[in-house]
């Protein structure tokens, strides 16, 4: 609702990227380069600030010349217009091949940048000097930056001495000036023995000289680029024009507002005539800032004040009385006003909110602020930005843009958003302004928030009005033109404006043929006196519109009855009226009339028959209504039974996975811990056969995984989790999956992707398991020595069962040279649970599941799967996604090699696990004797202290007891259940702060963010691969260590 002032530092007037140009170039080369920065810098800056665009033309100003990074010479626009006045006339020198440092100035003032710790620094500079420009340098003399007039002028706003002196006391009265038809190489001569910046252009007026125009050396420089005759083009053709005005009595500091508004570095000083008296420029801004002025300004204001003080002395004894009476007048008078405001903005229906300009503290907010807010008034009184915490985030950009850039002013007035606590949103307008003193000051800033919610609301609707009229519009055209009736628009004489193809082709005419025709041409006449009886009728307001039956007359001379519906319609402006008819051909219809006539007896025995009919139908009725009740029960008992169906099936699901998994967790765990020598030392031969097992273990944990993917897409409780996937990444860790057996069989396989296919936004882990079960498929079903490749192309869209709108798709095709596919078993490849030939069922082990998992995946994804294949030459499986390509390479899979990924994985460091594990004690919890004995083996070999509790409630009450380091948690135990004990361990404060492991065998859809939103640290899916058990508690021990 209001803007916040802003602190000013040395570094603004900094420029950072000055021009620089080697000792080699050439004059020309600098033009150049000075001319292009500046129209550069006009067309990028308008985008930007002000301040940034004075910069950007004070940089390109001068240009520095350096050797070896080191500053040698300067070359500013003063010494091209020097330059330029020379070559005029010196006729052989031969400027634009002049090298850069036979006319460079040198050596060049420069001022080290820690020397630059005040405003005044630079000035004395500038003045002892009589330089314009002064390069900043480190130590080693090298170049980093640039002060000008111009960039020092953004210093000038916390300067009051700027408000205390008139233009008067420094504008420079002897003015150089031209007439405008001077060449321009001669006002060059001119700015070169004035030794002036610029040179006004003046024209004779009431006896006196108007400035119409004004030449710089910048604009020298340009002319210079573009490469004009300065002798023969004249100062009126390229002078800048109209020029900026300042009187004699206005402040410094309003010169210096201006200059800054219109980004120029001069005024004209002219009378009330607008007649010239002088000039000022910025370096007149900054002599006042020199110690001598600041004396005799000091020396001024003393004078004054010992005039002031007299003068004041002497009024205050005079108007002392007065002022009593009035101040208790105003005092009464203020009161009356500050009652009548707080009345007038207590029952106003908008905002009102005043501040302190300095202090930005609240002095009043009306209560219309916590109901449309849904906040108390007294938080904004408290912080006066909290009211921004409430903006709608896709308005608060634009907001905070449109208070920095009204920030001095005060003035703001933006539409916006606003979330309320309880999640309603709300449309604000809100408008700031300053409250001035007598004296022009900004004393507060007065803000107004109107709710415009009904507004809006009320816009949106007319815009979506106007939509579903533009759409009516459209609609009426096309079946105005596509009307299986004949259509006609006529206007009030009768003559056709419009009809429809059936029209034409009703009548036999053209539409050009039609519109020179009226409607009763092609009539009867003996129809004609009623027609226009019933037009006459509508046109004076008797009737709206009129229907009859008439006959027309075809091209061919045959006759056609027709019944025509017609209504007077306004036109476009609203006058004169306009019939739209519809025609419609009913001599089919006539013809059958003299049937119907004599069937007219027939149709009264038939009323008869059918009177008799419905006495039956109405029985008929009655009986089918009470077997629509009856069927309509049945429905709702087996909907019933059909939730309760599904229900069973997720908890049949669920307690299938559990026990399912607790064996296999015993298995694989028992394994794991045989084979890394928890047990003692084993021989080949016993490693073999540990791991066969471990194998056959794991490979019944993922026919588990399957069915249960199977039965989550199904159900739908399968949610993909989207993210920046690096496609080569994908594409390789897929091709591991499956080296190994590809090379048991001397299968080769290749990888092959479109050089422009970066990155896609998927499912990783669902992709890859879409494309390891395409791939595992290609290498089962292909025989030795065969190939299996994974090519992934861009194409652009012409898949119609996609459903996602997308420019282009991605096909990931994995091409085999196995046994192929028959076209008439095609259609049972995606069945669930179905192998295309038993006899293949008994030579390849598989479930059924994985295509049926790849096509339900690639659905999730908007995607579909296409299959192609020739029995004994091999198959193209494909799956078609929409590419969706995301820049953010922060969520990007990385790129690293997949073996030294897998090593880093699986390495563990055996010092830092025996630093850890001393003394360390962990809690397991857990009611199945299997995995205890299983877990605590492992973890008692690792060096563990191990404590046991078979319910949740035990659990609690041993870590209560015994402060164990880490717990693991059980989530399916009696008595208390490792979710609620959980809850409680994190909500008792003696507790709360030990680590949690959640595991289950459950592994169904929203148990990992069940655990970890009551409060587990990680979360593990039984079978629980020891190792990696060992890993997470190391990490958790260290973050809590």
Not at 134 to 145: A, K, M, Q, T
Not at 159 to 183: C, F, G, N, W
Not at 441 to 459: F, G, L, N, T
Not at 529 to 537: F, M, P, S, V, W
């Amino acid at each position: 609702m209001y803007a916040n002032s802003q602190e000013v530092s040395l570094e603004q007037a900094i420029i950072r990227s000055p021009l620089v140009i080697s000792a080699s170039a050439t004059v020309a080369d600098a033009i150049a380069l000075m001319s292009v920065g500046s129209q550069s810098c006009n067309l990028l800056c308008e985008i930007d600030s002000e301040t940034n665009l004075q910069l950007a033309h004070a940089q390109n100003s001068c240009i520095l010349v350096t050797e070896e990074k080191k500053l040698i010479g300067i070359l500013t626009e003063r010494d091209l217009v020097k330059l330029c006045g020379q070559s005029a006339q010196n006729s052989t020198c031969n400027l634009i091949e002049t090298a850069i440092f036979e006319v460079m100035t040198y050596p060049v003032q420069s001022l080290l940048e820690w020397e630059f710790t005040d405003i005044l620094v630079p000035i004395n500079r500038f003045h002892r000097y009589n330089i314009r420009h002064l390069p900043l340098v480190n130590d080693r003399g090298e170049v980093v930056g640039l002060l000008t007039h111009e960039s020092l002028r953004q210093l000038l706003r916390p300067i009051d001495m700027l408000r205390l002196r008139q233009v008067q006391e420094v504008m420079i009265t002897d003015v150089v000036y031209a007439k405008p038809t001077t060449s321009v190489s001669k006002i060059a001569n001119l700015m070169l023995e004035q030794k002036v910046s610029s040179v006004i252009i003046v024209t004779d007026c009431d006896g006196g000289l108007c400035p119409v125009g004004i030449v710089t050396e910048g604009d020298i420089v340009q002319y210079l680029a573009l490469e004009l005759d300065l002798v023969t083009t004249s100062v009126d053709v390229v002078m800048s024009f109209p020029v900026a005005t300042v009187s004699r009595d206005e402040t410094l500091w309003a010169v210096r507002e201006t200059m800054q508004e219109r980004m120029i570095n001069h005024l004209i000083v002219t009378d009330t005539n607008g007649q010239m008296e002088g000039i000022i420029g910025q370096s007149d801004l900054l002599r006042t800032l020199q110690p001598t002025e600041i004396y005799k300004l000091v020396s001024v204001l003393e004078t004054k004040m010992s005039r002031l003080e007299q003068e004041k002395l002497e009024l205050l004894q005079s108007q002392n009385k007065l002022l009593e009476s009035q101040v208790q007048e105003r005092t009464s008078a203020l009161a009356d006003s500050n009652n009548m405001f707080r009345q007038f903005a207590d029952h106003n229906r908008a905002v009102i909110v005043i501040r302190e300009a300095r202090s930005n503290k609240v002095v009043y907010v009306s209560p219309r602020y916590s109901e449309i807010w849904g906040q108390p008034s007294e938080n904004l009184c408290q912080n006066p930005n909290i009211w921004m915490q409430s903006i709608h985030p896709e308005d608060i950009d634009r907001i905070n843009q449109a208070h920095a850039l009204t920030a001095d002013s005060g003035n703001f007035s933006e539409e916006y958003r606003i979330v309320l606590p309880d999640g309603e949103i709300r449309w604000i307008w809100g408008r700031c302004f300053p409250l001035k003193n007598a004296y022009g000051k900004i004393e507060q800033i007065a803000a107004v928030a109107e709710d415009i919610s009904d507004r809006k609301i009320a816009e949106i609707s007319l815009q979506q009005s106007e939509q579903r009229l533009r759409a009516s519009e459209s609609l009426l055209s096309a079946m105005f033109e596509r009307s299986v009736v004949g259509m006609a628009i006529t206007d009030a004489n009768g003559r056709f404006v419009r009809t429809n193809p059936f029209y034409q082709q009703m009548v036999g005419y053209s539409e050009s043929e039609l519109q020179l025709m009226r409607f009763t041409d092609n009539m009867l006449p003996e129809d004609i006196e009623d027609n226009l009886r019933l037009r006459t009728q509508v046109l004076s307001g008797e009737s709206e519109g009129y229907q009859m039956e008439k006959r027309l007359l075809h091209r061919d001379g045959k006759i056609l009855w027709v019944r025509t519906t017609s209504s007077k319609i306004l036109d476009e402006v609203g006058q004169p009226p306009l019939f739209v008819g519809v025609i419609e051909d009913i001599s089919d219809r006539k013809q059958a009339e003299e049937s119907l006539q004599s069937a007219e007896v027939e149709r009264q025995e038939a009323i008869e028959a059918l009177y008799q009919l419905n006495q039956q139908l109405e029985s008929r009725v009655k009986q089918r209504t009470q077997e629509l009740q009856f069927a309509n029960q049945q429905l709702i008992e087996t909907n019933t039974e059909l939730a309760r169906a599904t229900r069973l099936k997720d908890e049949f699901l669920a307690n299938m996975s559990h026990e399912l998994r607790t064996p296999l967790n015993a298995i694989l765990g028992m394994s794991e811990g045989l084979m890394t020598g928890v047990f003692g030392d084993i021989n080949e031969r016993q490693m073999r056969s540990l791991s066969l097992i471990e194998t056959s273990g794991r490979h019944l944990l993922a026919l588990i995984n399957d069915i249960l993917d199977v039965a989550k897409i199904g159900a739908g409780k399968l949610d993909l989790e989207l993210s920046s996937v690096a496609v080569e990444y994908l594409c390789k860790s897929s091709l591991n999956f499956v080296k190994q057996v590809a090379n048991q069989k001397n299968i080769q396989l290749k990888l092959a992707i479109s050089p422009n296919i970066q990155t896609v936004l998927v499912d990783e882990r669902r992709m890859r398991q879409a494309l390891i079960n395409l791939l595992s498929n290609a290498v089962k079903f292909t025989p030795k020595d065969g190939m299996v490749s994974l090519e992934v192309k861009l194409q652009r869209i012409e898949v119609p069962e996609l459903t996602t709108e997308c420019s282009y798709v991605l096909i990931f095709s994995i091409i085999d040279t196995g046994i192929g596919i028959s076209p008439e078993d095609i259609s049972k490849l995606f069945q669930a649970f179905v192998q295309i030939d038993s006899s293949l069922n008994r030579q390849y082990a598989g479930t059924g599941l994985g295509l049926t998992l790849v096509k339900q995946i690639a659905e999730l994804h908007g995607g579909s799967v296409n299959v192609t294949s020739q029995v004994a030459e091999g198959s193209c499986f494909s799956i078609v996604l929409p590419y969706r390509e995301s820049v953010n390479l922060n969520n990007i899979s990385s790129k690293h090699d997949l073996d030294d990924d897998h090593h880093c994985a699986n390495t563990f460091d055996n010092s830092l696990e025996n630093s850890l594990a001393i003394n360390a004690l962990i809690l397991l919890a857990d009611d199945n004797p299997s995995n205890i004995e299983t877990f605590s083996n492992y973890l008692i070999s690792r060096g563990y202290r191990l404590i046991f509790a078979t319910n949740g409630q035990e659990a609690i009450d041993m870590i209560i007891d015994q402060s164990p380091d880490l717990v693991l948690m059980d989530i399916q135990m009696p008595v208390l259940d490792g979710i609620s004990a959980i809850a409680q361990i994190r909500s008792n404060p003696n507790i709360n702060n030990v680590p949690i492991v959640a595991l289950t065998a459950l592994a169904m859809a929203g148990d990992r963010e069940k655990c970890l939103a009551v409060g587990a640290n990680e979360y593990l899916a039984k079978p629980v691969k020891l190792s990696h058990l060992i890993s997470v508690i190391q990490q958790l021990l260290q973050k809590r260590d």
